[in-house]
């Protein structure tokens, strides 16, 4: 385990259990996490010096498509974001996920692949080569 702090990973999912196994996994590799439940504490948080965002693609009923259009309507920044995913999304919806300047779109079971977008995204601050679709 790293004793240092790359980076702050604001991590955003409905299920508790996601939330405990992702905050373990980002802080195993010695990055700082803050997580929520709430969309209406998402804005509060990604407003908070938040160099990554990990969120949910349905988080708490809401679409990503719709959470991530109102955080950038009510946020002057937006950090790279990571969509996680039980099932892949539409096409339809990538499409709108890219639009929206998300970075990747990934499996949240992913362990490894996650972590490493994480850290090549936190790296590399500008958006990343990753084509959004894992």
């Known amino acids: 385990m790293h004793s240092w702090k790359r980076g702050r ?62 955080l950038q309507h009510s946020s002057p920044r937006t950090p790279p974001t990571i969509v996680t995913y039980h099932q892949p999304p539409s096409r339809k919806v990538r499409e709108q996920l890219s639009f929206l300047g998300v970075d990747a779109v990934i499996n949240k079971c992913s362990h490894a692949q996650l972590v490493e977008i994480a850290r090549h995204l936190l790296e590399h601050r500008p958006q990343s080569e990753f084509d959004c679709m894992t």
Do not use: K, M, P, W
Not at 30 to 59: H, I, K, P
């Open 9 to 70: 990973i604001l991590i955003a999912d409905n299920d508790e259990e996601v939330l405990i196994a992702l905050e373990r996994l980002f802080e195993d590799h010695g990055y700082d996490t803050a997580v929520t439940a709430r969309q209406d504490d998402l804005q509060a948080l990604s407003q908070n010096l938040v160099d990554l965002l990990v969120l949910d693609d349905d988080l708490s009923g809401a679409g990503c498509v719709e959470v991530l259009t109102d």
